[in-house]
């Protein structure tokens, strides 16, 4: 796979086949390799500042109902379209001019995610939640920050063809960093409690909170994002895309902010609709029950360990499987037909979850929910990535690219702010079975975005 190839453009409904082995070799290939490194390094943050954080807040004695209020946090990357341009085309003084427009881009938000996690580490939500507050938008933006010059990287270093395997590369990264940013970080902060609290858990409740421990942990994190910096040290540029010069800033203005959107409207007309519909609902279901899912964990009585090795073991087997299957078979069958298998899976999972509310504390039982949850999510996301990737113009690949990924977190992340107030009133099977239901519209969205055609690329 070369970093420079611009193969003509094929609808993702209707690939090309290739032998199976030549399929799988795809994954050793160094484009693929950078993507599951810097993969990783995209999928660290989401969950400090959204899911891990809200364990430690339940376990801090943070009701439901702040928990999903502070989950608004993550519409960060709900509104990274507005700023996108910038990164899009705005070069960052003496780093631009030495890395390059998109690694420099990568290489400053990196670095402010680091600095807000060790911010995060150092707050103690029981004395106030201003400063985890404030740190974790700093890595919410930071990392919706990284996102967009990521995505534009990713995008511009293969052709059409390639890009489900490396949205299968990327994903992979993706996912393992989250069950290192989730059980990974539990599993950091059990082992750094001290002895006297693990045994007065249940008689002191959210008394048991130690802070140090999640400090030791989020320290960890930060340092965790060395994977990504070291891979953008030492990667290539793409080969930048010709931009048309700007005489003054109105032309700026058009180049940057204007032209990407009329572009996609222009190739798509009335169909843009349809597509943004159903990139703003496809992950409705995983995106609005994950907020709810660690603190549920914890009020049923799983402890830190359980959780962190169930999702560890089980969880990291059947992402990678999800993510590898995923990108493998869209780029054999079409993308279009795994998206809506995808959906399918992903919607069935969330009503493991109402199945297992009822079903008590088992950690058997959790296996298999976290299990099928992970295998489902890795198929959807890896297909649902390589469908982003192909409405694209190479041309606006950051600007657009953030515009289809902020559509597709705005609805949830706003929804899901309320998932606590839901429980709080219904329970959580009733939550997670409607959750389960937001998915269904999504399985008549795909099957009629399937009869729209992919425009140029370039």
């Known amino acids: 796979m070369s970093d420079t190839s611009t193969s003509p453009p094929a609808a993702p409904g209707t690939p090309a086949r290739t032998p199976w082995l030549q399929t799988l070799r795809v994954y050793l290939e160094p ?14 943050p989401l969950l400090l500042v959204l899911g891990t954080l809200s364990f430690r807040l339940r376990e801090a004695g943070i009701d439901r109902s702040t928990i999903g209020y502070l989950s608004w946090v ?17 070069p960052i003084p003496l780093m631009t001019r030495v890395m390059g427009r998109r690694r420099s881009w990568l290489l400053l938000s990196q670095l402010v995610i680091v600095a807000g996690l060790v911010g995060m580490a150092m707050a103690d939500p029981r004395m106030t939640l201003g400063p985890i507050v404030w740190c974790a938008l700093a890595v919410a933006f930071g990392s919706a920050t990284q996102d967009i010059a990521l995505d534009a990287f990713r995008i511009e270093s293969a052709d059409v063809n390639h890009q489900a395997a490396l949205a299968a590369s990327y994903q992979t990264g993706y996912r393992l960093a989250m069950i290192w940013a989730g059980a990974g970080v539990l599993w950091i902060a059990a082992r750094a409690e001290a002895a006297p609290a693990v045994g007065q858990a249940l008689a002191q409740g959210a008394a048991a909170y130690q802070n140090g421990a999640w400090q030791a942990a989020y320290l960890a994190m930060a340092a965790s994002m060395a994977v990504g910096i070291v891979t953008v040290l030492f990667s290539r540029e793409p080969v930048p895309v010709a931009l048309p010069p700007a005489r003054n800033a109105a032309e700026w203005i058009r180049g940057a902010v204007i032209d990407p959107f009329a572009d996609f409207l222009r190739r798509y007309g009335w169909h843009a609709a349809l597509i943004l519909g159903l990139i703003a609902v496809y992950r409705i279901s995983d995106v609005v029950m994950g907020i709810m899912a660690n603190p549920f964990y914890v009020d049923m009585g799983f402890t830190k360990d359980e959780v962190a090795a169930v999702t560890k073991v089980y969880g990291v087997v059947m992402t990678l499987v999800g993510a590898f299957v995923g990108g493998v078979l869209s780029m054999r069958f079409g993308v279009m037909r795994i998206l809506m298998l995808g959906a399918v899976l992903s919607a069935g999972s969330n009503l493991l979850f109402a199945w297992l509310a009822g079903h008590g504390h088992d950690v058997t039982a959790l296996i298999a929910v976290v299990s099928a949850d992970n295998l489902a999510g890795g198929i959807a996301s890896a297909a649902f990535i390589a469908y982003l990737s192909s409405l694209t113009n190479v041309s606006y690949s950051a600007t657009q690219y953030a515009l289809f990924s902020s559509m597709m977190l705005l609805l949830p992340k706003f929804i899901a702010g309320f998932s606590g107030q839901y429980v709080d009133a219904f329970g959580y099977a009733h939550f997670f079975t409607a959750t389960a239901l937001l998915g269904v519209p999504v399985l008549a969205l795909v099957w009629l975005a399937s009869r729209v055609k992919t425009g140029a690329r370039a």
């Not at 519409?75 to 705005?90: N, S």
């Open 31 to 44: 484009a693929s390799l950078r993507m599951l490194t810097l993969g990783f390094a995209a999928g660290l």
């Open 74 to 90: 993550g519409l960060a990357y709900a509104f990274k379209w507005v700023w996108a341009p910038l990164v899009d085309r705005m």
